[in-house]
DNA sequence: GCAATTTTTGACCGGTTGGACAAAGGTTAG
DNA sequence: CTAACCTTTGTCCAACCGGTCAAAAATTGC
């Protein structure tokens, strides 16, 4: 009774969970081409072939995990919105962005990956559905600046700022540890990070 | 005639150097797990046997690789140092990193694929030379501080941030590009940001 | 021109990897 | 109990990849 285009059961639906847990921890690991499907497989606890039972290839799980991550990955910007003080806006931003950075380090090394050879698979959605968010979100603060309420700047590179600054603690964490010392380590680093970013954006932006 | 440690004729001099600009282009295109030797031989325009006549492994190609480029890359860092004018000086660094951003965007990506890799290769340096490094530089912003010179902050996360924008024009290149468009493309972005930049930081360090 | 040395190459090898497959084991509905 | 279906696994394979080796080709020193 069940329809032409088979519906996922409920088994096939927690084991794809697995397997794409699995495949983040290692994908971020190691990269998508050194790792192996025996890896996540291992990470998983299932046999190989089993694991290609449930995803017909490597490609597949990357394919999926990289769909699902970018929907996480842009909910901060969606948030982002119009609102009455541009400078809480702004903070809040940076605050959630820094969040995902510190909760979420995985999943944005494998989109720093992924970026770094050159979003062979997802460039469209760059030129496309992302592009048009920062376009919207851009025009947003060009009225802020226009209404005379945050000082005048290139809202692109200041969106581009607050993406790098951010994500270094999840992408460069190792090198940010390996800097700041075992005396400095610690969760307290995000800590430091937030007051800093903070007094950079808002500071550099007050009128 | 020769001495016992073999030293290097002109013409491995050369190879050597031509392998290691293929080497660099491969590398930084696919990382260090995803190039294969003979993708860096047909770049350097040799056979696989002939390339591993003059680097034993792809081991060491990538070794050599990472240690010259260390220099380089940590250079703009050393010229950083302590002059009347803070904010000239800061400026100055932030200029030049960013230069090194639009000049060598493929020495700038190998280096983040290794952090990204969690830096097996290159974490006693970070933690020896890089650290001592930056300790030195941020035992001066702190001076510039206690002098009043510049806004009090934290020194390590100011350098972290100097980092990660100006390398986020090398490493997130075509997100970059994709997010500013076709029309908004060329060189000029990096004039853009560095205007941006400027302002970002030396607003928001000025007392 | 000839011998010694350096450079280049074709052929090959062992290990790894992504993936196929068929058969076995388990589950569920009647 | 049994037939149909879902899940799991052992085995296998072809392609790839890092690296070796011996022999050919080119270069160099005399």
Redesign the pocket.
């Known amino acids: 009774m ?1 329809t032409a285009a ?1 519906p996922l ?1 409920r ?2 639906q927690e ?1 794809r969970e697995i397997i794409l847990e699995a495949a983040l921890d290692v994908f971020s690991a190691n990269g998508f ?1 050194g ?5 996540v497989a291992d990470a998983a606890g ?5 694991l ?3 995803f ?4 597949e799980i990357h394919a999926t995990l990289m769909e699902r991550l970018l929907h996480t990955w842009l909910a901060p910007l969606h948030e982002f919105d119009d609102g009455d003080d541009p400078i809480t806006e702004i903070r809040g931003y940076i605050r959630r962005k820094l969040e995902m950075a510190r909760d979420f380090p995985r999943e944005s090394r494998l989109f720093a990956n992924e970026i770094l050879q050159g979003a062979p698979r997802i460039m469209s959605l760059l030129e496309g559905e992302l592009k048009q968010l920062v376009d919207k979100k851009a025009r947003i603060i060009r009225k802020w600046m226009r209404a005379g309420k945050i000082a005048r700047t290139d809202p692109y590179h200041l969106i581009f700022a607050i993406w790098a600054t951010t994500q270094h603690y999840a992408d460069f964490d190792v090198q940010v540890r390996a800097v700041l010392g075992p005396d400095r380590d610690g969760e307290g680093r995000f800590e430091d990070a937030a007051r800093f970013l903070e007094q950079l954006f808002i500071g550099s932006l007050r009128v």
Chains 1, 2 share one sequence.
Do not use: A, G, H, W
Request: proline content about 4%; glycine content about 0%.
């Open positions: 069940e088979r059961t088994i096939q084991k081409r790792s192996t499907i025996d890896q299932m046999s190989k072939p089993n290609l039972y449930y017909r290839s490597k490609e």
